[in-house]
């Protein structure tokens, strides 16, 4: 609504173009866009002192604040491996990102603004196979009948009944396990807050903190699900001695 960046009656532009005014929805563990750009170089006061460098709205223009935003991944971006999210057409991708070089171009150079976005493509890119491979660890554990409690025994999705579901319709609840758990915060909170980080140009989160988490929690994953298969390889070894006997 309108007063969500206009808070007063006045409807100064002043007020619109505060980034305070966009943490009520871009800030938090998984919307970490406000606390990204306070630690960037565009959060720094512009030389009369009243402003910023860049405030949001001179990334995202005014009312279509989504308008130079490509929500698929860049199909010129070189990839190792098959995610989930696909890319989009080569022209609608340039078209969008022209839109944003064109506003980057109004104090960095187009080499530096395109290897900049870039740079973020290309890390999307990696965090999205480490997400796919949690999910793909996840997937593989619950066909194989290693997730105790099954979801048989657990209370129905009420988006999709008993079947177990990963993603957007994915529960977090008492039966959760630690695998499950590592799958959910790696798909609703670390990679959402990585990939914005990137383009938001927080080197500190991008680069240590919760980049090294993300990897660190997807370690973690593996090791749970050698640990599983090894403790059912060894029952079921246990299991075919004792019937031998």
């Not at 965090?127 to 796919?132: A, E, N, Q, Y």
């Not at 959910?184 to 938001?200: K, S, V």
Request: proline share 6%; glycine share 8%; charged share 30%.
């Amino acid at each position: 609504r309108c007063g969500g960046c206009h808070p007063t009656h006045a409807f100064s532009n002043h007020e619109a173009r505060n980034p305070r005014v966009c943490i009520g929805c871009h800030g938090g563990k998984d919307h970490p866009q406000y606390d990204a750009w306070l630690r960037s170089a565009h959060s720094l006061k512009d030389t009369d002192g009243e402003g910023f460098i860049a405030d949001c709205v001179e990334c995202h223009g005014t009312h279509d604040v989504s308008d130079a935003v490509t929500h698929g991944l860049s199909p010129e971006t070189a990839s190792p491996g098959k995610t989930s999210i696909p890319t989009l057409p080569v022209e609608e991708f340039r078209k969008k990102r022209n839109v944003m070089l064109d506003r980057c171009r109004k104090c960095h150079g187009t080499r530096f603004a395109r290897e900049a976005l870039k740079m973020a493509d290309d890390l999307r890119r990696r965090w999205l196979i480490m997400r796919d491979e949690a999910k793909s660890i996840l997937e593989g554990l619950q066909r194989d009948g290693l997730i105790d409690p099954p979801t048989s025994e657990r209370l129905p999705n009420p988006l999709c009944g008993p079947a177990a579901r990963l993603g957007g319709p994915q529960l977090f609840d008492h039966f959760t396990t630690e695998a499950e758990s590592i799958d959910f915060r790696m798909h609703f909170i670390d990679y959402p807050a990585l990939w914005r980080a990137a383009y938001h140009t927080d080197p500190l989160r991008v680069s240590w903190e919760e980049n090294e988490d993300f990897k660190g929690i997807l370690n973690r994953l593996r090791q749970i699900d050698r640990d599983l298969r090894a403790a059912a390889a060894l029952k079921k070894a246990q299991e075919k001695k004792e019937a031998g006997t």
